[in-house]
């Protein structure tokens, strides 16, 4: 796949078929994933396709966003109401929530390092290679955030060693369609030189689009 369309079109799909991802697809994944910028590879990968796994983890899912949420003052069901961009995100949040149990394939990321600089880019790399393959996935972090202890349990993580739990990556193909990611363009999102100084350009539409 060129690089543009993979830049362009991998974006969260959370509404993903149960189907398995095969192991080669997934050995491609990851040995791409780990070429991404690292400090040191201070980093460890979990690959989850245990049913009884992912079904244990699915309720703490929903906790976590319960609670993330909570802490917004707002419940998934107002967001869904608010209508507008806001509530296709919220629509397709809470169908993460709802089909967790469903997912094929989790990647998660841990690394001792705090902040999660450290294993990002791989994580990305690891969206990208994903997408090359049909792959779709979503980049979420509440249940480190919010659930870690209950998930370092399931999973089998050792408790005191240091490990931050960064983000799990559902994984899967697609039910639906592969589209660009709808932004802010870059002209307002980007300045030159100093805060507000003048970009230099403007791009009132994508760059890439498909063929
Ligand atoms: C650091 C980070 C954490 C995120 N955590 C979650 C999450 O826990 N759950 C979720 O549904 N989306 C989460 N998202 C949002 C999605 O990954 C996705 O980027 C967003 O919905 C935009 O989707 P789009 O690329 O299709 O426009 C997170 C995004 C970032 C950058």
Redesign the pocket.
Known sequence: MEIHEALYT?????RLRPDPVPLDVQARILDAAIRAPNVEQQWRFLLVDDRDVIGALAPLYRI??EK?LADFGITLADLVRMGGPQSR?AR??LY?VEHFHELPLLLIGFSPLRG?AGI?PALWSAMLAARAEGVGS??????G?YCAPEAFEILGVPPDAGWNMH??VPMGYPLGRWAV???RPVHEVAARNSWNGDLGFTVDAPLWSPG
């Not at 991998?10 to 959370?14: K, L």
């Not at 979503?138 to 249940?143: D, G, M, S």
């Open positions: 991998t974006r969260a799909m959370r976590a966003s993330m995100t397709s949040a993460l999660g990002y979503t980049l979420t972090t509440i249940l955030e983000a799990v990611a709808p932004r």
